[in-house]
Every structure is written in structure tokens, then in C-alpha cells.
């Protein structure tokens, strides 16, 4: 059997960081369970964040109108994307696992890594109008973020000072991971290990190192299958009515996104639900 | 009386795009209605994205453990931030309006729009545990995200394929400008100019237009003022119990973020309520 293979996407400036030493138990962690990991180091990589013209080689399409969508397309197809964006397609192609790690910047990743995000998941390559959401390109393959804050976890409840972090990161999981068919794994948080104890800090790291022993084997966050919605533009996109009328009963909405006007589905994108879906 | 000034911070890489059309229009209005505006054309100055040791000059405070955040804390505080970034947060000085032009890039800005607020909002300069949200640095000056999408209105509505928009631009305007203090304006969003006749888009155009001689006039977007928070550790940063128990009455949420379990109050990072807050 071939050997499996992890992606770590990792966004930290120093050696010395958490960051750093969450990124190494994952990867302990991950070779002991016989995994190959790759680590693209993005600021050791120096990673180029900006999606420019330089990322096609050759003559673009419409020069006079850069569209960075669909230049990057045909350059995808064609073969004429730039090395460091070939190289990492290489990484996401070959991994069965994506782990992207870093330090929460404004509710958010870093700018290095909405580069990667912008730069690496190309149309084509990582989705197509046909291939999105749970009938995306990486259906297979599982993702997840793991990140710290500097932040409090109780600044992050809907009752908390900076709101729902299920909010915050629907964004991310759905409209970036998901749309491009991951399986997203529930997002590990390392709440404000800068204002923590060492003995705490270091308890963070053994539970990481625990809940990777089963990482593979966790069910994934609940997101809306693309079958409940009329994907055409006669349907506009939006939830078939029936569907949209089983729902009517239901005290919660689909997801933390299509909330139908219903509370929230508590913990929607921070938790895999116990049933796997909807009922 | 001092001239007012705008600064546009556009991130679009070419001339003839939609997005730099739209940033003409608010060009030229807001320079009939007196302003001096100014405007951050991040492709054409090459704008670095990455936060890097690079940004702070002079020796670090701890080169063992490099800390963005604190480091170009400091570095504020003594003048030695790199001259880019300087220069940015003296236009944000200058500047009653910021107006962040852009195409929406994975449910968000992209990555060299995301830089400029990693880097240009530094703590101290935009933010302290202190000053933030309404109480922010920037309460006195408005800001707001225009943008174009590839998608549809209606694949962002709560029951479309990618989800209530209100969500998405949670973390941008919650969680970055009006952390900062900004009053947020409502947001000007262009429904995937790409896929609309000549004519339509002429249309969304002239619609900007008349929207900008009325823009300073208009009733910003309704956050959670801090006054509702009991923002200490012991009070963990949460709704004060007074506050809760008189929500609980309520049909809707606070906020987006602040739901408390119940319905998001329709549209609220999208539209500016006529009643101007909480009742």
C-alpha cells in the first residue's frame, strides 16, 4: 500500500513560536502513524502572497483586462502557471490530509497564507462551476485549520465581546476548504496560548497530540450537500422548496450560512455533529 | 475650513477591470463633493503582503521569539516602522473615509488587501485593549468594503448555495474595521459584474454614483457598543447578565456575531437600520 501523505500549510515567523511547536507534534504525531508529512513553511519559503501576471508564463489571454480567475484557468490547463504555484498543487495533489496552521490575523489567516488560498486553489485545479461543495474537486481528501489566538475563548461565544466564532470562520471552512470539496475536520483552537502557563500550554500540546491519534478517524464538520439546491441559473442557487418546506419545522437552521432565518445550528463550523447531517 | 480627504485603497491588477471603473466613479464624485482623496493602488506600488521582521527597523525586542504583534507595537511607539507602512497609516490618519475597493477573493479581500490591514494596523496605531470597537481609535472616521463578486445576489442569500453574505462579511467588518472603531458603512457590493451585459454594469455604475453624493450622510451599521460587555477578565469579556435577560424578549440576535441563540436580525451587516441601534 502506498504510503499516505500530509500537507502542512504552516504560517509562523519564528522557530520559537506555539505555532512552531503544534506544527512539530503534528508532525511526530503524523510519522508515527507511517504518514509522509510535507511542511511548506510559508515565510521560510518566502512565500509570495500577491496574485499578479507573473504567476502565468507565457502570453496572457486578454492583456488588456487581467482577470486573474481566468487567466490563472487556462494557465492551469495549459500548464503555464509558475513554478512555486506548480510545486504546491504537486503537495495538495499528493496529500490525503491538509493541516493549515497559524496564528489568527484580524478574524482570519494571515496574509501569507490567503496568498497560498488565493494563488494554489486555481479553477480548475481545485474547483469548476460542476465540481464544488460536497461534489468538489478534493471530496476526498480532509482538511482542517489549527490556529491560535490572542483572544479569550469566552470573547468568542455569541454572548462574547468579538461574537460567534462560528461566524468568524465560516469564510474559511465553507467558502474556501468546503467549496473546493475537503472534508473539513473541526478546527483546532489554541485559546490565547500567549496569556497561558506553561503547564497549560503544555497541556494544549498533549491534547493536540491526543486528538490526532484520531484524527483520520473523526467525523467531519456538517455542511448543506449541493442536492438541496436547484444549481442552475433558472433556480437561482437557492434551496429546492421542498426542501426548503421540511425545513420549516426544523428549530434550527442548515448550517451556520443558511441559517433560513432559524437560530443557528449551535457549534455548526467549531464541531462534528454526532449524527453526521441532516435528518 | 481644512479640505476633507478619502482614501481609496484599490486592489485590483488592471486598468481596465470593472473594479477600477468603480474606484473612477468615487474618484471623481468625491472630488466634486471637495475631497482630497487619495488612493492606495496596492498591484501598481507592489504592495508587501507578509509581516516580517522587515517591517520593524532596528533590533527586535525578543529575536528568540519574534511576535508580530508585539513587535510592531514597539515599534510604533518608537518610530521604527519601515517606511511603507508608515506612509499607509499616515493616509489612514488624514483620512474622514476609506473606501476598500477590491474583488471578493475566497469569501473575502484578497491577499494583498489582507496584508494592508495585517500590516497597517498595528496595535497602538489602530487598536488597544483599551480603545476598540466603538470605542476604537477610529470611531471618528468612516470606513467601508466595495466590492465585486463572481457570484450572484442569490447565491448569497441564507438559503443560497454559499450563504447569507452577512455572515462572510462578519470577520471584515466587525472583526477588522469596526474593531479598529470605524463606523462601517454599508457595503457596496457588485453583483458579478462579469457576467452582466454592458448595460447593467453601466447601470451598477451609475448607481454608485448616486449613492456617493448622499454617502457621508448615511446612518452607519449597527455593532454591539462595548457599554453592553463586562470587559475584564473576571467578567470574561461577556453580555452583562442585565443586558442578556433584557434580550431575552427580543425576536433577534444583536448582531450577525451576537445571535444569543436566536435569528440573525435580518440583514445586519449588509443595511443600516433606520433605527440606528438596539431599542
Redesign the interface.
Known amino acids: 500500500m502506498a504510503q499516505k501523505t500530509a500537507l502542512i500549510v504552516y504560517a509562523h515567523?519564528?522557530a520559537?513560536?506555539f505555532n512552531a511547536a503544534v506544527r512539530d507534534v503534528a508532525m511526530q504525531e503524523l510519522v508515527e502513524q507511517g504518514y509522509k508529512v510535507i511542511v511548506s513553511d510559508l515565510?521560510a519559503m518566502?512565500?509570495k502572497?500577491?496574485?499578479?501576471?507573473d504567476d502565468i508564463i507565457g502570453d496572457l489571454k486578454n492583456p488588456?483586462?487581467?482577470?486573474?480567475?481566468e487567466e490563472t484557468m487556462h494557465a492551469w490547463l495549459e500548464d503555464r502557471l509558475s513554478d512555486d504555484i506548480k510545486a504546491e498543487q504537486h503537495k495538495v495533489k499528493e496529500a490525503e490530509l491538509i493541516i493549515f496552521q497559524f496564528p489568527l490575523?484580524?478574524?482570519?489567516?494571515?496574509?501569507?497564507m490567503?496568498?497560498w488560498?488565493?494563488?494554489v486553489?486555481t479553477q480548475g485545479f481545485a474547483f469548476s462551476l460542476q465540481k464544488m461543495?460536497n461534489n468538489g474537486v478534493f471530496k476526498d481528501k480532509k482538511a482542517m485549520l489549527s490556529f491560535t489566538t490572542?483572544a479569550?475563548q469566552?470573547?468568542f461565544?455569541?454572548?462574547?465581546?468579538?461574537?460567534?466564532i462560528n461566524?468568524?470562520l465560516?469564510?474559511?471552512q465553507?467558502?474556501?476548504l468546503h467549496?473546493c470539496g475537503f472534508q473539513v475536520l473541526a478546527p483546532q483552537i489554541f485559546w490565547s496560548p500567549?496569556h497561558s502557563t506553561p503547564a497549560v500550554r503544555t497541556a494544549m500540546l498533549d491534547g493536540w497530540r491526543a486528538r490526532l491519534k484520531g484524527l483520520l478517524a473523526e467525523r467531519p464538520l456538517t455542511f448543506?450537500p449541493?442536492e438541496l439546491?436547484d444549481?442552475s441559473?433558472q433556480g437561482?442557487?437557492?434551496?429546492r422548496p421542498k426542501v426548503?418546506e421540511e425545513q420549516e419545522s426544523q428549530p434550527y437552521?442548515l448550517?451556520?450560512?443558511?441559517?433560513?432565518?432559524?437560530?443557528?445550528p449551535?457549534d455548526n463550523q467549531v464541531s462534528a455533529q454526532a449524527s453526521g447531517g441532516r435528518k
Request: charged share 15%; proline share 6%; aromatic share 16%.
Open positions: 515567523q519564528s520559537g513560536s515565510y518566502k512565500f502572497a500577491n496574485a499578479t501576471q488588456e483586462l487581467f482577470q486573474y480567475g490575523y484580524w478574524f482570519s489567516v494571515p496574509a501569507i490567503k496568498g488560498m488565493d494563488r486553489l461543495y490572542g479569550t469566552t470573547m461565544q455569541p454572548d462574547g465581546i468579538n461574537g460567534d461566524i468568524t465560516w469564510p474559511l465553507n467558502g474556501t467549496f500567549v448543506a449541493c439546491f444549481l441559473f437561482k442557487f437557492l434551496l426548503k437552521g448550517t451556520t450560512g443558511h441559517h433560513l432565518g432559524k437560530p443557528l449551535p
